[in-house]
């Protein structure tokens, strides 16, 4: 018998996205209810080779649902997450709502995937900002192999990540100016077509964003408290798939050829690094995949034990939804979650 699982926010990019995913996966699940807000009533997604009508999540009734797969926003989020766990579900939640509780764990399978048994505090689990879910998958076996100190990363983030309104305005704004139009700016702080933005959320007390501060506190949770991290993250008019240049300066040396070596072996990695013209993984390719790409490996001779690569992964996929259906599976393989209708 399988699990009963619930999507919340399934209309959206990331939602639309679990959903795929648990198809693909073949996740054990019996039956999959795919909920929205009322607006979206009656809208029908695809899950496989189905099509699931969606349901409110408002008046929706969690008692028998075993996970619920969550991305509706961190104000929903903090609102509904207790109520769906109190039922007795598991919320695996995509916003930043629950990421800084204590009480909550911040998962990413192949980095911490022990942790995930501190659920039990709050029944609620959280996903990682999808910029440190890609960095974390990279720098894992590094800090298990040799030790990092220290991480310089400049971040270039597709438009998905600000979710549709983010893609439209960037088609939108392409279109317009193809044909002669005066692109209108509304979801970004500046236009975003044929340009680059050094903004990506508010901006905090210190100068840094909100963003750059997320990847500076949720890379310490999920990996090492004693890692320094500072971070620039820059929108992109990409539409799918965040790139990441990243410098880290290491406790001990490593070549070239053993960080190559390491990154083969190391789960959730994918080595694209040959040193000629195109021997590199950029957004377009990694869009659709599952895998984080690492590429442009090279030693900083600037710093001692400093390398330097590019990292780049699907933001809808590993940021965000493929990483909650990960940790999905994590319960189940691990035997933590008992099924509802089983009991």
Same mark, same amino acid.
């Given at each position: 018998?399988?699990?009963?699982?619930?999507?919340?926010?399934?209309?959206?990019?990331? #939602?639309? *996205?679990?959903?795929?995913?648990? =198809?693909?996966?073949?996740?054990? /699940?019996?039956? $999959? &209810?795919?909920?929205? +807000? %009322?607006?979206?009533?009656?809208?029908?997604?695809?899950?496989?080779?189905?099509?699931?009508?969606?349901?409110?999540?408002?008046?929706?009734?969690?008692?028998?649902?075993?996970?619920?797969?969550?991305?509706? #926003?961190? *104000?929903?989020?903090?609102?509904? =997450?207790?109520?769906?766990?109190? /039922?007795?579900? $598991? &919320?695996?939640?995509? +916003? %930043?709502?629950?990421?800084?509780?204590?009480?909550?764990?911040?998962?990413?399978?192949?980095?911490?995937?022990?942790?995930?048994?501190?659920?039990?505090?709050?029944?609620?689990?959280?996903?990682?900002?999808?910029?440190?879910?890609?960095?974390?998958?990279?720098?894992?076996?590094?800090?298990? /192999?040799?030790? $990092?100190?220290?991480?310089?990363? %400049?971040?270039?983030?597709?438009?998905?990540?600000?979710?549709?309104?983010?893609?439209?305005?960037?088609?939108?704004?392409?279109?317009?100016?193809?044909?002669?139009?005066?692109?209108?700016?509304?979801?970004?702080?500046?236009?975003?077509?044929?340009?680059?933005?050094?903004?990506?959320?508010?901006?905090?007390?210190?100068?840094?964003?909100?963003?750059?501060?997320?990847?500076?506190?949720?890379?310490?949770?999920?990996?090492?408290?004693?890692?320094?991290?500072?971070?620039?993250?820059?929108?992109?008019?990409?539409?799918?798939?965040?790139?990441?240049?990243?410098?880290?300066?290491?406790?001990?040396?490593?070549?070239?050829?053993?960080?190559?070596?390491?990154?083969?072996?190391?789960?959730?990695?994918?080595?694209?690094?040959?040193?000629?013209?195109?021997?590199?993984?950029?957004?377009?390719?990694?869009?659709?995949?599952?895998?984080?790409?690492?590429?442009?490996?090279?030693?900083?001779?600037?710093?001692?034990?400093?390398?330097?690569?590019?990292?780049?992964?699907?933001?809808?996929?590993?940021?965000?939804?493929?990483?909650?259906?990960?940790?999905?599976?994590?319960?189940?393989?691990?035997?933590?979650?008992?099924?509802?209708?089983?009991?």
């Amino acid at each position: 018998m399988g699990f009963k699982i619930a999507v919340a926010g399934a209309t959206g990019n990331v #939602g639309r *996205e679990m959903l795929s995913i648990l =198809a693909e996966r073949a996740f054990p /699940a019996d039956e $999959v &209810v795919a909920l929205a +807000s %009322s607006r979206s009533l009656g809208q029908e997604v695809s899950f496989g080779d189905k099509t699931l009508k969606v349901k409110v999540l408002d008046n929706y009734d969690f008692k028998g649902t075993d996970i619920c797969l969550m991305s509706t #926003g961190g *104000e929903h989020s903090k609102h509904w =997450a207790p109520q769906i766990a109190a /039922a007795g579900c $598991v &919320v695996i939640d995509n +916003s %930043s709502a629950w990421r800084y509780d204590q009480d909550v764990p911040l998962i990413v399978p192949e980095v911490n995937a022990d942790a995930v048994s501190g659920f039990t505090r709050k029944n609620i689990i959280a996903n990682p900002n999808c910029s440190t879910a890609q960095l974390v998958v990279a720098l894992k076996p590094l800090h298990d /192999a040799y030790g $990092v100190k220290r991480v310089v990363v %400049s971040t270039y983030q597709s438009v998905s990540g600000a979710g549709k309104e983010g893609m439209d305005e960037l088609f939108d704004q392409t279109r317009a100016i193809f044909s002669a139009g005066e692109p209108t700016t509304k979801k970004f702080q500046k236009r975003i077509a044929f340009n680059l933005i050094p903004q990506i959320d508010v901006f905090m007390e210190d100068g840094y964003t909100k963003e750059e501060w997320k990847m500076m506190v949720e890379t310490k949770k999920i990996l090492d408290p004693k890692i320094r991290l500072t971070a620039t993250c820059v929108r992109v008019p990409v539409f799918i798939g965040h790139s990441e240049s990243v410098n880290v300066e290491l406790e001990h040396p490593c070549t070239v050829d053993e960080a190559r070596a390491m990154w083969r072996s190391a789960p959730g990695c994918l080595v694209i690094d040959k040193h000629e013209n195109g021997g590199y993984i950029t957004p377009h390719e990694a869009a659709g995949e599952d895998a984080t790409y690492i590429s442009r490996i090279r030693e900083d001779a600037t710093v001692e034990n400093g390398l330097a690569f590019w990292c780049v992964s699907d933001n809808l996929r590993k940021g965000a939804a493929l990483n909650a259906v990960q940790i999905a599976e994590v319960l189940i393989n691990r035997g933590l979650l008992k099924q509802k209708k089983a009991a």
